[in-house]
């Protein structure tokens, strides 16, 4: 099922209502930083737990397990917000989204560099997408799109990934078809090579 909020989608494996627990061994109070490797270059995100408790420990838990390597930049809007976090194996991303998260209450702001999970207008949505927010989008923040990071270095580089593509990435293709399907109708996406905790 695909349901959107804000041009935000996320697909949700059918029947699932469920809402998984944060990582147990990830420590939801610690700050903490990912090393996110792109082809255009690296920026720095600064994770804050206090922010979005929640986000902070599934944002830890898939990068240590790998998940947002190799990961395209699939809606790039300038003016608006960089998204990604739909993984290039279709079996990887079904499995993730299958594991939703609880709800953070929103206590930050979406203003630029900062960044949110993705969601639907459903409680407990949020799974693997995220966006970074190259402008100020705090009227976000009313509808729940709860901060749990900011970038602290790079921005540059976020602000110069490929846009072109707009809105076109079909995100059904993608979960169906994974990275050759991007590969294939839009080559010129920028992507992940690795995220790692520093």
């Known amino acids: ?38 082809d255009k270059g690296t920026f720095i995100a600064e994770v804050h737990p206090e922010w979005a408790p929640n986000g902070a420990a599934r944002f830890r838990e898939l990068v240590d397990a790998g998940f947002y390597d190799d990961v395209r930049f699939f809606r790039v809007i300038t003016g608006f917000v960089a998204q990604f976090g739909i993984n290039g194996t279709p079996a990887v991303d079904a499995m993730w989204n299958a594991r939703t998260i609880p709800d953070d209450p929103v206590v930050g702001s979406n203003k630029p560099g900062t960044i949110s999970f ?35 270095s790079g921005m540059d580089v976020v602000s110069n990934l490929e846009a072109k593509y707009g809105e076109a990435p079909n995100q059904t293709q993608l979960t169906a078809r994974g990275n050759p399907y991007l590969a294939t109708s839009f080559p010129d996406l920028d992507y992940i090579v690795t995220a790692k905790v520093r």
């Open 1 to 38: 099922m695909i349901q959107s909020r804000l041009g935000f989608v996320v697909v949700l494996a059918a029947g699932c209502h469920s809402s998984a627990q944060v990582a147990p061994d990830a420590d939801p109070a610690s700050l903490y930083a990912v090393e996110v490797t792109t």
């Open 118 to 152: 993705a969601q639907t207008s459903a409680a407990d949505s949020r799974t693997t997408q995220l966006f970074i927010n190259l402008v100020d989008n705090r009227r976000l923040d009313a509808m729940g799109f709860a901060p749990f990071a900011i970038v602290t």
